[in-house]
């Protein structure tokens, strides 16, 4: 089973960025699709951008042109470069493969809060 940890999130005002760090167990990662999600307070988990494991990424209409995912497969690692935050974009951000059972192993996230 990977093992995950992201780091990387704080308070941030808007229009601010950040870059979050997730770094995976395991000697298979590189053959992993993988994603980023977020969960806000009282919504569902969602997920924000993937990255398949040659490299090709999607996003999430709402944070097209602000957000860049990213991998590095010989550090085992994955990062979300955010940038232009708005305070919708505040919730705990999760790495995850992808897809990923919601009832499935999860790290413990990384929160990010965007605020004035």
């Known amino acids: 089973q990977v093992q995950i940890v992201e780091s990387g999130g704080g308070l941030v005002q808007p229009g601010g960025s950040l870059r979050l760090s997730c770094e995976a167990s395991?000697?298979?990662?590189?053959?992993?699709?993988m994603g980023w999600y977020r969960q806000a307070p009282g919504k569902q988990r969602e997920l924000v951008a993937s990255?398949?494991?040659?490299?090709?990424?999607n996003y999430e209409d709402s944070v097209k042109g602000r957000f860049t995912i990213s991998r590095d497969n010989a550090q085992n690692s994955m990062f979300l470069q955010m940038n232009s935050l708005k305070p919708e974009d505040t919730a705990v951000y999760y790495c995850?493969?992808?897809?990923?059972?919601?009832?499935?192993?999860w790290g413990q996230g990384t929160q990010v809060t965007v605020s004035s």
């Open positions: 990255i398949s494991s040659g490299g090709n990424t």
């Open positions: 395991g000697s298979f990662f590189r053959l992993y699709n």
């Open positions: 995850n493969r992808w897809p990923a059972s919601a009832s499935g192993y």
